[in-house]
């Protein structure tokens, strides 16, 4: 029978492979959350820069029928 030291060795040894095991998943998921996050906050600049080109792009629409109309009447 191994003695209390040999025992307490071995289970400090057990509870650092399963710490280094979780550590590597938490470091993973992390890894995959953080680049969906990335990637939400790309889609949220594109939106908001979409967003600002229909602006312009309707503010320019709506000179050039002003334009138009007033050369109509």
Excluded: H, P
């Excluded at 040894?13 to 959350?33: A, I, P």
């Excluded at 990335?38 to 820069?49: V, Y």
């Amino acid at each position: 029978m191994q003695d209390a030291e040999a025992v307490a060795k071995d289970e400090v040894q057990r509870v650092l492979q399963m710490t280094e095991v979780r550590r590597r998943q938490w470091e993973k998921t992390w890894e995959q959350q953080r680049a969906r996050l990335e990637q939400n906050l790309q889609m949220c600049q594109f939106f908001f820069d979409l967003r600002q080109v229909c602006g312009m792009f309707s503010a320019a629409m709506c000179k050039i029928v002003l334009k138009y109309m007033n050369r109509v009447v």
